[in-house]
């Protein structure tokens, strides 16, 4: 039986920092600007605490500056917003990242809106988001971003091709329906009130799944040969009691049927830090008045 091509997220992702390196390079020689990127992490959470070291490295691997702000779980809301109202003033700061979740005395909401719009890399301010709705320019969240290169590269063009998103979430769900749409996609957003679920995920060309429960898109939810993206990352156990990564989509089934996939761990998750610092890029470009570059991997 014929298995599914893997899409190797890990890979692209490495040859897009090369390409993202080599922007930073010539920004730097040509205009004498450092992108600089800050991450705030509140808390001693040891998977956030995985992602911002990881983070550091790649924005340093690729010439930018590394700014890492800590604060303790105990601290209150005035605190964080007092320290990204810092960082909004710092010129040299051109992406502000706050890492979550953050602590429950701290309403998330209130942070992302105090984060300078232009300074936004993650996307996640309203402003960015009504400008995607809308077709505007504003920063596009990483994760959904990558999702779309990680399809293009795949299919090219993605015009005419029927796109079901499973998953609603500002972060995932609602950005990527409108990535989709501007590519000119047919797109439908399914989620759990869904009717007749898996039919609806069968009758898509593209199928992105973003719910966060482990292996619930089954190989019989999918239409052969379609492009699955794998949004999910669910730690499950083990006999061993380490527990093992696993997305939303059941990848032993659907690889048997789909055309392509991304795997988890290796898919969508290495793009999301790398579309981090492409927009950081980006956005060091946009406030000093400079064309932003278009960014392509390496060969």
């Known amino acids: 039986m014929a298995t599914a091509t893997i899409i190797d997220g890990k890979h692209y992702a490495a040859r897009l920092r090369v390409g993202i390196a080599t922007q930073v390079a010539r920004l730097k020689a040509e205009h004498g600007i450092t992108p600089g990127l800050a991450v705030v992490l509140v808390g001693e959470d040891p998977a956030s605490q995985v992602y911002v070291r990881n983070k550091g490295s790649q924005t340093r691997e690729v010439g930018m500056n590394s700014f890492e702000h800590r604060l303790p779980a105990t601290a209150t809301q005035a605190e964080l917003l007092a320290r990204v109202a810092e960082l909004n003033r710092n010129p040299a700061v051109n992406g502000i990242l706050v890492q979550l ?12 809106e105090a984060i300078a719009v232009r300074k936004d890399v993650d996307g996640f301010h309203p402003l960015n988001a009504g ?4 077709g505007g320019t504003g920063m596009v969240p990483c994760t959904p971003l990558g999702c779309l290169m990680l399809l293009k590269d795949r299919i090219g063009s993605l015009a005419g091709l029927r796109a079901v998103v499973l998953g609603r979430s500002n972060i995932v769900g609602k950005p990527m329906a409108a990535l989709l749409l501007r590519e000119h996609c047919t797109v439908t957003i399914a989620h759990s009130r869904t009717r007749d679920l898996a039919d609806e995920c069968r009758r898509a060309d593209v ?23 794998d949004v999910g990352i669910n730690r499950v156990p083990t006999p061993d ?8 989509v059941d990848f032993e089934s659907a690889v048997e049927v789909a055309g392509a996939i991304t795997p988890v761990p290796g898919g969508v998750g290495p793009m999301t830090i790398a579309c981090l610092l492409l927009n950081t890029l980006t956005a060091a470009c946009r406030q000093h008045g400079i064309p932003a570059p278009e960014v392509r991997p390496s060969a």
Do not use: N
């Open 101 to 112: 979740p953050l602590p429950k005395q701290i309403d998330p909401e209130a942070v992302i």
């Open 131 to 134: 400008l995607l709705a809308v």
């Open 207 to 229: 199928l992105v799944a973003a719910v966060g429960k482990a292996r619930m898109v089954k190989g019989d939810w999918i239409k052969p040969g379609a492009t699955v993206i």
């Open 241 to 248: 009691g380490k527990g093992r990564l696993v997305g939303d």
